[in-house]
């Protein structure tokens, strides 16, 4: 009965290892310090366990040193490094990558904004037949339309005249804007108006052949 | 460094030039008439005349004044004189005609000949005047003409000579029957900002290829009641504002044998609306009830007159004038305008004579009394 109420008087094994690795609470430590200074049989048992214990820390610190001199391979140790920094390197990509594509979706969402905008506004305000003029420009441009070839003689209207263009030169007969402007032959155009200093009517004609 | 040199090449040869011709500003405009002619050239001068250097080329502003005398027997209705610059002959000329003019014999009156000149400086010269005015023709009272008529002048006075007649008449009974208001609105009201829409025009001659994206258009017809010749429509090939070898069916429905028929073109735009374009006279021997078919060389560009395209969404034809094979002719009278079309601004298009903007413009300057008295002028 005794040596059944000593049994239970001792600490676990457990309990004394953690007690030796200094890994109990402070008032757990306390109270299991006294029972060892009273109890030369888990006193001798908490010794086994420092024994142990310090055993274990040279046997880990010759693997250690073991592992270092593993580790002297430079060329190996060079790839393992090199191989970490592409790691990294990779990862940050792939980080940099996701937050600068939201950044080029959120421009590309702004950009076909504005340019919707643009297209209805355009669509809304300017006449058909001034954008045909701009994209037929526009195609001379880039070289997809060719303009018509222009040779020989061309007779034309101009703002403050008729010309006729031929061999080279040109002869403009100027008439004021609020003159009448006509077909008036196969190849002549004619600006009818009143001269303001004569006070009669004049047709001015421009011939081509 | 070369484009430095290269202008004081051209400003030498402009200073080269422009000392040549003030030795003798004749080098400049010539004015010949020949010695039977009924009008003949009291003096000339040019007025602000320059000279200046545009690219590679010298540009020549010549504003002249010529005054002529009737020096025959008969009254002149109206004349064109002839303008041929040396650097364009034969390929391109002008002239300026005076319509509605009744100059009465003995009478001096003015011809003004604005223009402007660009010739390249390599152009070769000759010892001839940079640019040369003579007569094509005169057209007295009496509807007889005189001149060379290089230009077809003759033609195209007589029907000016018409349809002043026509309007004149046609005023005059609006003013005697007192239809003023009427009147005022033939006459825009006096005011100049209700001319006609105008278009830009250019005429390409050299011959061209039909390009894959031309559109085949039919072309429409306005018909005049009393007119000799019917249109009976036609087809024209459209690309944007181009329009080539326009043709049209025509019908002699007269007895008469026809010389020529002048057959005048309305453009449509992509809103509809319709802008007389003008009339192009055309030979043609046509037989009582005979058919035939017109067709214009070359190419038409049309455009708005700020420059850009005007896309062309159709094309209407009619008779302008008729000139039959005894020299008579046909204009519409005022009544077929009327009921050719409903739409007042084509109306009013086609109504438009020489004759009706001079006295347009007697009314806007003096009023209706200036028209009454410039109407009871006899024909």
């Known amino acids: 009965m005794r040596s059944g109420e000593a049994k239970q008087s ?28 009273q109890c030369p049989e888990c006193g001798q048992q908490v010794s086994r366990l420092h024994s142990a214990r310090e055993q274990l820390q040279r046997e880990a610190g010759l693997e250690t040193l073991t592992a270092f001199e593993a580790i002297g391979d430079w060329n190996r140790l060079e790839r393992e490094m090199l191989g970490n920094i592409a790691v990294g390197v990779a990862a940050a990509r792939c980080v940099d990558k ?7 979706l959120l421009r590309m969402a702004i950009a076909a904004g504005v340019v919707g905008l643009f297209v209805a506004g355009w ?28 040779a020989g003689t061309v007779v034309r209207t101009l703002p403050d005249g008729i010309a006729v263009r031929a061999q080279g030169a040109t002869l403009m007969i100027m008439h004021p804007q609020t003159a009448v402007v006509l077909l008036s032959g196969p190849s002549a155009v004619a600006a009818r108006y009143v001269d303001e200093e004569t006070g009669q009517v004049t047709i001015a004609k421009v011939y081509g052949q | 460094m070369g484009s430095s040199l290269r202008r004081a090449a051209l400003l030498a040869s402009l200073c080269f030039l422009l000392a040549a011709s003030a030795k003798s500003q ?41 005054m002529l005398r009737n020096t025959g027997t008969k009254t002149i209705s109206g004349l064109t004189l002839r303008v041929e610059a040396q650097d364009l002959t034969p390929s391109g000329k002008g002239s300026v005609t005076v319509p509605s003019l009744d100059a009465q014999p003995g009478q001096i009156f003015p011809v003004r000949i604005d223009m402007e000149l660009l010739r390249p400086f390599n152009a070769a010269t000759n010892s001839g005047a940079v640019v040369q005015v003579s007569l094509d023709c005169v057209l007295f009272n009496d509807l007889s003409s005189y001149g060379p008529d ?36 033939e006459l825009n ?43 009976m429509g036609g087809a024209a090939h459209v690309w944007g504002n ?30 509809g609306r319709d802008f007389v374009a003008g009339a192009v006279p055309a030979a043609m021997q046509l037989a009582p009830v005979e058919t035939a078919r017109m067709t214009e060389p070359g190419t038409l560009r049309f455009s708005r007159p700020a420059g850009q395209p005007m896309v062309i969404g159709g094309l209407l034809a009619f008779v302008n004038d008729v000139e039959f094979a005894d020299g008579k002719l046909w204009i519409p009278s005022r009544l077929d305008i009327k ?12 109504a438009t004579s020489p004759e009706q903007q001079k006295l347009a413009e007697i009314y806007r300057r003096k009023g209706m009394s200036g028209l009454a008295e410039e109407l009871k002028k006899p024909e």
């Open chain 1, 10 to 37: 001792h600490p676990a094994l457990s309990t004394l290892a953690l007690y030796s690795g200094g890994d109990l609470p402070w008032a757990e430590r306390w109270r299991l310090r006294r029972h060892i200074q």
């Open chain 1, 98 to 104: 996701v937050g600068r594509g939201r950044v080029v």
């Open chain 1, 123 to 150: 669509v809304t305000h300017v006449p058909k037949e001034q954008t045909l003029h701009l994209f037929a420009s526009l195609q001379r441009l880039a070289g997809a339309q060719q303009p018509r070839p222009v």
């Open chain 2, 26 to 66: 004749s080098k400049w405009l010539v004015v010949e008439f020949p010695h039977d002619s009924p009008v003949l050239m009291v003096s000339s001068g040019l007025g602000p005349t320059t000279a200046r250097v545009r690219g590679t080329s010298m540009e020549l502003d010549l504003h002249a004044s010529v």
């Open chain 2, 150 to 185: 290089k230009l077809d002048s003759r033609r195209a006075l007589m029907v000016y000579e018409l349809e002043a007649r026509r309007d004149r008449h046609y005023l005059a009974n609006l003013l005697a029957a007192g239809k003023l208001s009427e009147l005022r609105e």
């Open chain 2, 189 to 231: 009201f006096g005011l100049q900002d209700l001319s006609l829409q105008q278009l830009g025009l250019e005429l390409l001659h050299e011959p061209r290829p039909q390009f894959q994206r031309e559109q085949d258009v039919s072309v429409g017809a306005v018909s005049f009641p009393s007119s000799p010749v019917l249109t």
């Open chain 2, 242 to 271: 181009e329009v080539r070898a326009p043709q049209v069916e025509v019908k002699n429905r007269s007895q008469k044998s026809i010389r020529s028929i002048e057959m005048g073109w309305i453009v449509r735009d992509e809103r």
């Open chain 2, 339 to 350: 009921e050719a079309t409903q739409d007042p601004t084509l109306r009013r298009a086609l």
